[in-house]
């Protein structure tokens, strides 16, 4: 074996399951910038194409369930995968494929972003779709990352408070998921504050509020650096705990950007904190 054979290393690596984001800002563009920055490498498996930028969804068109089948079954094959993530998973037809793995334990590790309410409040899948999730893929999953919107499309009631979060953690936690965790970003106060719940202790995970409408993505990078924490090794409560000091930076960084007309992206490799972004074109060389 030659020397450079010998250095050779496999890097960690990760799996999104989820939409595209044509501006950037959220989805599989989102996760992979996240594995990226978390020091993991990023696999995909794309589950429906948007047309969007910083104000809305203009078009969406879900990719073909077998192609989403396909996608997996050719990363799995090939690479090993030590946490996934789902994400935007458009149909119930995607929502049952997915789960279809998760059932033959394809998944190492599995985080379940339930994308199931735009940031607008309107439902993204039909009542098929939802029941899905109920019914195979949250009780296949090590972790679902509900913020509040999704919280109520899952119990039908949205907290307004620490308290009922706490308690929707725990009416989650019946649902099959080995953990939870609530995303309490959308509550007002000088804090942003998550509930995590192992079934048997609450944690509360808070972070100063930062006061920025660039918060697009933030959801999924946070799903995202989680997965890369898992695929890394890390055990769920560590995972979860450094993913929330990476999202508040991610947050800080992206308030001082200027990015499109509406809500922009966060920033998730730290870049807009740094005095020096790239902006400058390089010197001539020549």
């Given at each position: 074996?030659?020397?450079?054979?010998?250095?050779?290393?496999?890097?960690?690596?990760?799996?999104?399951?989820?939409?595209?984001?044509?501006?950037?800002?959220?989805?599989?563009?989102?996760?992979?910038?996240?594995?990226?920055?978390?020091?993991v490498f990023g696999t995909t498996v794309v589950t429906a194409i948007t047309a969007q930028n910083t104000h809305a969804v203009q078009a969406s068109e879900p990719v073909d369930p077998d192609l989403v089948r396909a996608q997996i079954r050719a990363v799995i094959s090939d690479f090993i995968v030590r946490a996934a993530k789902t994400g935007m998973l458009a149909t119930a037809e995607t929502v049952n494929v997915v789960a279809e793995f998760a059932d033959k334990g394809a998944f190492e590790k599995l985080v379940v972003d339930p994308v199931l309410v735009s940031s607008t409040g309107t439902r993204l899948l039909d009542k098929a779709a939802e029941n899905a999730y109920l019914e195979r893929l949250i009780p296949k999953s090590t972790l679902i990352t509900p913020n509040l919107s999704e919280v109520k499309a899952l119990l039908g009631k949205l907290p307004s408070n620490l308290e009922e979060m706490i308690a929707a953690a725990r009416e989650l936690k019946k649902m099959g998921p080995r953990y939870v965790l609530i995303k309490g970003g959308h509550l007002s106060g000088s804090e942003s504050t998550d509930i995590f719940y192992d079934g048997q202790t609450i944690l509360k995970l808070s972070a100063s509020r930062i006061q920025t409408d660039n918060t697009h993505g933030s959801g999924c990078t946070l799903s995202a650096a989680i997965t890369a924490n898992l695929?890394?090794?890390?055990?769920?409560?560590?995972?979860?705990?450094?993913?929330?000091?990476?999202?508040?930076?991610?947050?800080?960084?992206?308030?001082?950007?200027q990015l499109g007309l509406g809500h922009g992206p966060v920033d998730q490799f730290i870049w807009a904190s740094q005095e020096d972004m790239g902006s400058q074109p390089p010197e001539n060389s020549n």
């Amino acid at each position: 074996m030659s020397v450079a054979e010998k250095r050779k290393k496999t890097p960690p690596v990760a799996l999104t399951i989820a939409g595209s984001d044509s501006g950037g800002g959220a989805g599989i563009q989102a996760d992979l910038k996240a594995f990226s920055a978390n020091r993991v490498f990023g696999t995909t498996v794309v589950t429906a194409i948007t047309a969007q930028n910083t104000h809305a969804v203009q078009a969406s068109e879900p990719v073909d369930p077998d192609l989403v089948r396909a996608q997996i079954r050719a990363v799995i094959s090939d690479f090993i995968v030590r946490a996934a993530k789902t994400g935007m998973l458009a149909t119930a037809e995607t929502v049952n494929v997915v789960a279809e793995f998760a059932d033959k334990g394809a998944f190492e590790k599995l985080v379940v972003d339930p994308v199931l309410v735009s940031s607008t409040g309107t439902r993204l899948l039909d009542k098929a779709a939802e029941n899905a999730y109920l019914e195979r893929l949250i009780p296949k999953s090590t972790l679902i990352t509900p913020n509040l919107s999704e919280v109520k499309a899952l119990l039908g009631k949205l907290p307004s408070n620490l308290e009922e979060m706490i308690a929707a953690a725990r009416e989650l936690k019946k649902m099959g998921p080995r953990y939870v965790l609530i995303k309490g970003g959308h509550l007002s106060g000088s804090e942003s504050t998550d509930i995590f719940y192992d079934g048997q202790t609450i944690l509360k995970l808070s972070a100063s509020r930062i006061q920025t409408d660039n918060t697009h993505g933030s959801g999924c990078t946070l799903s995202a650096a989680i997965t890369a924490n898992l695929a890394k090794g890390m055990d769920v409560t560590e995972a979860v705990k450094t993913a929330k000091v990476y999202i508040t930076r991610t947050i800080k960084a992206g308030s001082l950007w200027q990015l499109g007309l509406g809500h922009g992206p966060v920033d998730q490799f730290i870049w807009a904190s740094q005095e020096d972004m790239g902006s400058q074109p390089p010197e001539n060389s020549n």
